[in-house]
C-alpha cells in the first residue's frame, strides 16, 4: 500500500498534477482529495466519538456493516472462501490503508521527500 500511494503522489508531482487545470488534473485532484479528506475523517473517529458519539457510531456502524456486506458478496460471487471468511477484518484493513495513505501524503507532499528505491523481490 506505502509503495502505491507514494507512487501515486510522486507522479502528480512530477507531472505538475496538484497544479495544472487539465480534465485528468482536475480528476487526480478529485480523488486524491477526496482520499485525504476521508482518511482524516476516518482517523478521527475517536474524537467524532467523544463529541458526537450517537452520530460517530451510527456513521462507523454503517460503513463497516456496508463495507463487510460487500465483501461478503464479492466472496460468494468470486467463490472466494477466503474473502468471505476475513470480510469482518476489512475495517482493520481500511484503518491501515487510511494511515499509510496519510503517511504517503506527508512524506511526498509536505515534507517533499522523494523515495527512489523500492524493495525489490528477487524471482525464482
Not at 6 to 31: C, F, H, N, P, R
Not at 71 to 94: A, H, K, N, T
Not at 101 to 110: A, E
Amino acid at each position: 500500500m506505502y509503495r502505491w500511494h507514494t507512487g501515486a503522489w510522486q507522479v502528480g508531482k512530477k507531472y505538475g498534477m496538484l497544479t495544472g487545470l487539465s480534465k485528468i488534473d482536475l480528476e487526480y485532484k478529485l480523488l486524491m482529495g477526496e482520499g485525504v479528506v476521508f482518511a482524516t475523517l476516518f482517523l478521527l473517529m475517536p474524537v467524532w466519538l467523544l463529541i458526537y458519539p450517537r452520530l460517530a457510531f451510527y456513521g462507523a456502524g454503517m460503513d463497516m456493516i456496508v463495507l463487510i456486506f460487500l465483501s461478503m458478496i464479492c466472496g460468494i460471487c468470486d467463490r472466494r472462501v477466503d474473502v468471505f471468511i476475513f470480510s469482518p477484518m476489512y475495517p482493520l484493513l481500511r484503518f491501515v490503508d487510511c494511515s499509510v495513505f496519510l503517511y504517503s501524503f506527508w512524506k511526498v507532499v509536505i515534507q517533499k521527500k522523494q523515495v527512489r528505491g523500492w524493495f525489490a523481490v528477487k524471482r525464482y
